[in-house]
């Protein structure tokens, strides 16, 4: 063996990251077989289905795939990575860190919001269509069985949400094999139908999809407002990049998915050129009638993965937006003992289930969903597209001319997939707008209230160092125990100590004053967790540091810092905690509906003292009126 392939065999990833590649990040786009031509042809007037058409179409989602998923997001967005992680909120800090503006910052800032309040539109979209889209399946085996299948899609809807909580380790051990199974077999269905009409490979070429452009003009750009149904799921590669690498991601992509992906849709192709009536359903008809229900069943089975992925990447990015501070605390559930990234969000998962049976209810099947679908995915390829820009200029050094050429092309292309999908806005695609609009109505006003909150409660604070100047001469008494503040901020007193002062008399021995910071960054290592001050004799500063993919456990952090000669003892210890009331000021400094709905959310925020994971029994909260 020579020392090249040596070296490949080594980085050959294993049989079993594959396999869990397939079943987590591939759910999505592995099931848009099921809808995305079908869709296309609805489109083609008249029950004849020219050859030219067919080819057309099928041109487009092979360049689509090739152009937007392999190029765009696996050969080029993938190197941006943010200490390994990827998505929406990764690429944007790591925008925000390379650009020197406050006023570019804010803006990257806001597109970041911006996609990822899409993709939560797309994570309620992507169940109900990839469930009903499947189900529907039944009713081509047996036609009798059309008025079952919503109830039957409900069902399996209600049933994927109600076993959130128990955690994907036990389910996830099969993603991977069913995404395997389910590939190979849409693989092999369409190259039957390949090797009995060849000929329909001629439509890779891509002039057959500029032709059908040239041709059909408006026709074709409402065509690709369906055409894009192909790509979905292509951010998802981007966002899962961090739980196995890019380099695995890559090959399962180009090696196996991409192939089974693109046999399947051209198999299709080739059985509506030969039976017109296929054009109903070419994905199920593909199969012989023996294989359709047992089809139907893996289908089924593939999407509840391809939903079980975006709702797990729904409450990742709750998480982060929590982290980030532009959404309030909620409970996050951690559903594995060994894996950081297994969370569970109950106030999520709630939205969601309800939000999914409500679209299944409106809509009622998988060719009114596709309507609503198309707008969120092309809105998050449009800011990814942005932000990766300002990456690969200043980070990878590209040249400006380079990095507009390459990102601008992009941009125009994933422009033009947005623009066709806003034609059906008042066909569903209102969805997933007045989803993300709302989204982004909460997390704006609540860091704008947030930021008023640190703006009031910094004017109304004692600076530590004044605090621990007149300390010595204040004759304070201090009683035996440890009690510790939690603070926004590391330079000033929190309140809770100085009302304890004016109502107790007293200061504990030992006094830790603990800021919990979240940097721009996934994951924070163990060697920079924490910084140690002892600030006069018996108080110290403690500033824990976390990524926007972790969640702060204070408790277990100051344990930690006991070798470091921190003086913490968890039986000694007394939390104290500032409960703020919030009123409305006489002259509130932000609209009325802003104020409204950040009191809301403070209101229903989880306390500190579950978020922080805290012991409820050793906290004391000391209430403060606030008006804003």
Same mark, same amino acid.
Request: aromatic share 10%.
């Given at each position: ?20 590649? %397939? ?14 031509? *079908? ?16 080819? $057309? ?146 439509? %890779? ?9 040239? *041709? ?25 990049? $961090? ?76 998480? *982060?937006?929590? *982290?980030?501070?532009? @959404? ?40 009114? @969903? ?126 809770? %100590? ?13 006094? %830790? ?78 609209? @009325? ?36």
């Amino acid at each position: 063996m020579t020392n090249d392939a040596a070296a490949s065999a080594k980085t050959k990833p294993p049989i079993a990251t594959l396999l869990a590649v %397939l079943g987590i990040v591939y759910g999505d786009i592995g099931t848009s077989p099921l809808y995305a031509f *079908q869709s296309c042809l609805t489109l083609i007037p008249g029950g004849h289905l020219p050859q030219a058409d067919v080819f $057309g179409i099928l041109s487009l989602i092979f360049w689509s795939l090739v152009l937007i998923v392999t190029v765009k997001y696996v050969g080029l967005v993938m190197r941006a990575d943010n200490k390994g992680e990827g998505g929406i909120l990764a690429l944007m800090a790591l925008a925000q860190r390379v650009c020197k503006s406050a006023k570019a910052k804010a803006a990257l800032g806001m597109i970041g919001i911006i996609g990822a309040c899409l993709l939560f539109g797309d994570g309620v979209i992507t169940p109900a269509i990839s469930v009903l889209s499947a189900i529907e399946g039944v009713e081509v085996a047996i036609p009798a069985a059309k008025e079952i299948i919503i109830p039957l899609s409900i069902a399996v809807i209600i049933a994927l949400f109600a076993v959130q909580w128990r955690g994907t380790s036990h389910m996830g051990k099969i993603f991977g094999p069913v995404m395997a199974v389910w590939f190979a077999v849409i693989g092999i269905l369409g190259a039957i139908a390949i090797a009995r009409h060849p000929h329909v490979l001629l439509a %890779l070429s891509p002039s057959y999809g500029a032709i059908f452009c040239i *041709q059909h003009g408006w026709l074709a750009f409402i065509a690709l407002g369906s055409v894009v149904l192909a790509v979905t799921g292509a951010e998802a590669l981007y966002a899962d990049m $961090g739980h196995f690498g890019a380099h695995p991601i890559r090959i399962t992509w180009t090696r196996f998915v991409l192939p089974c992906l693109v046999l399947n849709y051209f198999g299709q192709g080739a059985l509506v050129l030969s039976n017109s009536t296929a054009a109903a359903n070419p994905f199920y008809l593909l199969a012989p009638h023996w294989l359709q229900l047992p089809l139907v069943v893996l289908a089924t089975m593939a999407t509840v993965v391809a939903s079980q992925a975006l709702i797990s990447g729904a409450y990742s990015i709750a998480r *982060q937006c929590m *982290q980030l501070g532009i @959404l309030p605390r909620m409970t996050v559930r951690h559903t594995s003992q060994t894996e950081e990234g297994q969370i569970y969000l109950p106030q999520i998962n709630s939205a969601l289930a309800i939000g999914v049976v409500l679209l299944v209810l409106a809509f009622k099947s998988s060719a009114a @969903l596709a309507s609503a679908y198309g707008i969120a995915v092309t809105g998050t390829f449009l800011c990814t597209c942005v932000l990766a820009a300002v990456v690969f200029r200043r980070q990878f050094g590209w040249s400006r001319p380079l990095a507009v050429a390459v990102f601008g092309t992009f941009f125009l292309l994933d422009g033009v997939f947005f623009a066709a999908n806003t034609l059906k806005f008042f066909d569903g695609g209102w969805v997933p707008l007045a989803i993300a609009l709302a989204l982004m109505a909460l997390m704006t006003s609540w860091k704008r209230g947030r930021d008023l909150l640190l703006s009031r409660w910094k004017s109304d604070s004692l600076p530590l160092s004044s605090f621990l100047a007149r300390l010595p001469q204040s004759r304070t008494v201090r009683v035996p125990g440890i009690a510790i503040f939690l603070t926004g901020s590391a330079d000033y007193v929190p309140a809770a %100590l100085l009302h304890n002062l004016k109502h107790n008399k007293v200061l504990h021995e030992k006094v %830790l004053f603990v800021t919990v910071n979240t940097l721009d960054e996934p994951e924070v290592s163990v060697a920079n967790r924490a910084e140690i001050s002892e600030m006069a004799p018996g108080i110290y500063r403690v500033i824990l540091r976390y990524g926007f993919m972790e969640s702060p456990n204070v408790p277990r952090a100051l344990e930690n810092l006991r070798a470091k000669g921190l003086p913490y003892d968890a039986m000694q210890a007394s939390y104290f905690l500032g409960r703020e009331t919030l009123v409305p000021a006489l002259v509130p400094k932000m609209p @009325l509906w802003r104020l409204w709905l950040f009191l809301v959310m403070a209101r229903n925020a989880v306390s500190a003292t579950e978020f922080f994971r805290i012991p409820s029994d050793r906290v004391v909260e000391l209430g403060v009126r606030v008006a804003i």
